[in-house]
């Protein structure tokens, strides 16, 4: 394909290196720069980079992705009638003005006599509401920056989700978009060059990473400037989380009040329900057979909790009725 760069044909362990480098972003970085990505965010990718801790072990749901692209691949040409090409499993490509920006797609493809990107993708059916109106953000933004990459114009983006349903969705490339984005992205690569680490957020991603980075004291004392502004702010916000709480507890009681035995409650505008649910008992999972045999023989309960009803409160569509109302 004339459009795309030379090609860098690599091994696992290179390919895996060179998508460590604290040197280099990589187009399947960029959504977690952006602050797309659910599970990780800047703080983390930065820290994963510069080596203060270690890369996660590829989890279940990765691998079985990464295991069925040749799937996926087929049930796309079947799809859309369209030929395409593995250009390698560990195959990175540089952009051509960038020199630090690179990706790895997972195949590409042909419409009209156009080259185009094409992403693969897997995901569980509790993602189904994501892709029910078009792929998650994150993804579209990594085939953008694949497609600005490879210098194509038109990318596709295939996903089987739960392995109940197979969707693609084609995409041309958006300059403008790529543009603005990329003036974020180069200033994290400057972080990076420059041990500048972005700042800390409220994700647990960042919680986390802070407590891999930081796993024990050490029993010494460290200057903080602003140290007891930032703690008189936490006050302040502790206070006013304990006072929102209150008065969340206090507007759902004025609701149970006033819908009393009722099932529904309404007025012009609203529709709640309070409705009365079973919760059923449970039982100690960690008790050997033998163990639930003996307790049973001398009569002793091994429940922790007992059957018991509770009453949930719900804001419901105005045709959501039923006998009882």
Known sequence: MSALTDPIKLTKDGWLELHRMPSIITASQIPTILGLNSYCSPFTLYQYLVGNIPWPDDSLAMR????????????????????TEDPGEYTMFR???????????DRLTWEANRSGDLQLKTTGEFNARRWKDGPPLEAQVQTQFEMAILGLEWGSLAGLVGNREF??????????????????????????????????????????????????????????????SLFTELEKREEAKKKAEEGCK??????????????????????????TQTRPGSIRCDLTHDVK???????????????????VLRKVKFH???DSD
């Open 293 to 311: 045999s003996r307790l049973d023989q001398a009569g002793i309960a091994y429940k922790i909790t007992k059957p018991s009803t509770y009453r």
């Open 167 to 228: 969707k693609y969705f084609d995409f041309e490339r958006n300059d403008r978009f790529i543009k603005a984005a990329l003036g974020k992205i180069r200033e994290f690569h400057e972080r990076l060059q420059n041990n500048d680490p972005p700042p800390v957020d409220s994700s647990q991603s960042t919680a986390d990473a802070l407590k891999a980075m930081h796993p024990d004291d050490n029993g010494t004392t460290v200057f903080v400037s602003g140290l007891g």
């Open 95 to 105: 952009h051509p003005e960038h020199a630090w920006l690179f990706c790895t797609p």
């Open 64 to 83: 079985l992705g990464h295991m069925l692209e040749p799937v996926l691949d087929r049930l796309y040409q079947e799809a859309t009638g369209r030929v």
């Open 320 to 322: 959501e009725r039923d």
């Open 250 to 275: 206090e507007i759902k009681n004025q609701i149970r009040a006033a819908i009393g035995e009722a099932t529904f409650g309404e007025d012009a505008y609203m529709r709640m329900s309070l409705k």
